[in-house]
């Protein structure tokens, strides 16, 4: 997780929600990505969809089989699906995103429906940096829109 803060580091310098990911097999880290969504225009540029395709890439497959991703946020509805949908084998999560989360918070996509896949779920990894960093950015946010 302190790599995936790493990478909501970098976002948080680029005025990008300060979300970070990293994909991890066979205990080496084989993608990492933050959020671009605001740098690229385009709503799909997640960190964990961008980690993703990194991934599927350096392991040129889409299936994630034996993967594990750690995020400093709950992933969203978009995401959830693309962690199902990649084979991910279980997923770290840093803070719940009372606003949009969909693996717990608002609903739980990995876990309240039949899939043809199930991914395993740990939250509250270092939850208080994750949380930390969210907060000083839209308070930073909030100043600069002043």
Request: proline share 1%.
């Amino acid at each position: 997780m302190k790599e995936a803060l790493k990478e909501a580091k970098k976002a948080y310098d680029k005025l990008e929600v300060p979300v970070g990911c990293v994909i991890v097999k066979d205990g080496r880290i084989i993608a990492r990505a933050h959020n671009l969504k605001e740098t690229k225009l385009d709503t799909t540029k997640h960190a964990e969809i961008l980690a993703i395709q990194k991934a599927s890439k350096k392991l040129n497959s889409w299936r994630l089989i034996d993967c594990e991703m750690y995020v400093t946020l709950e992933p969203c509805t978009m995401c959830a699906g693309a962690i199902i949908n990649s084979r991910i084998k279980k997923i770290y999560i840093g803070t719940m995103d009372e606003k949009t989360g969909a693996v717990g918070s608002k609903l739980n996509v990995l876990q309240d429906y039949t899939f043809n896949h199930k991914v395993e779920v740990q939250t509250g990894v270092l939850q208080q940096e994750c949380e930390k960093i969210l907060k000083e950015f839209f308070k930073k946010l909030r100043k600069l829109k002043k």
